[in-house]
């Protein structure tokens, strides 16, 4: 029986796709870059606050893996949340921090990952201000050192996360 070349196509994609979501994972800093200790300030994704000033309302902490994981993931998520439970427990308790982790392989996460334009492993940090997003794509997770230099990785993420509940970012 012959397939059609709609269904080709989309096995095709469906392949890509996977292969990239795959790989991604597989992109660590390389071994000799020195650990990162100050985040550099990432692009948003979302259009920043019309009045950058004052803190911001709440601070979504938003982290998506693909389903299958690496070595690396796993240490972004349990760095990630060791820290905001250990440094921020009373934001969380009071809802002014949330912490949620996704699986991009789960349908029923779609919805999250549409809002956040995720693609792959990736750490957000969402300032809501005002009822309106200013969503950041923390891609600088990636040249953290998270398995051989916890401290340095735990504290660039404690700076990230203070500065976006001050209203820095």
């Not at 991604?24 to 000799?32: E, K, M, R, S, V």
């Not at 392989?105 to 809002?115: I, L, P, Q």
Request: proline share 7%; aromatic share 8%.
């Amino acid at each position: 029986m012959k397939m059609s070349s709609m269904v080709r196509t989309c096995l095709l994609l469906s392949a890509i796709l996977a292969i990239t979501l795959l790989g991604a994972c597989g992109n660590p800093a390389p071994a000799d870059a020195p650990p990162v200790t100050q985040p550099s300030t990432p692009p948003a994704t979302v259009t920043p606050p019309d009045d950058p000033s004052g803190p911001p309302d709440k601070v979504e902490i938003v982290y998506f893996h693909s389903h299958q994981r690496c070595k690396t993931c796993l240490c972004f998520e349990e760095r990630v949340s060791y820290v905001v439970k250990t440094y921020f427990q009373d934001e969380l308790d009071s809802g002014k921090l949330t912490f949620q982790v996704f699986d991009l392989g789960n349908e029923e996460h779609a919805d999250m990952a549409r809002k956040y334009s995720a693609i792959s492993s990736q750490l957000f940090i969402n300032t809501i201000k005002d009822s309106v997003d200013h969503i950041a794509d923390i891609q600088d997770i990636w040249s953290w050192d998270c398995s051989d230099n916890e401290e340095g990785f735990d504290q660039a993420i404690k700076n990230i996360i203070e500065q976006s509940l001050e209203g820095e970012r």
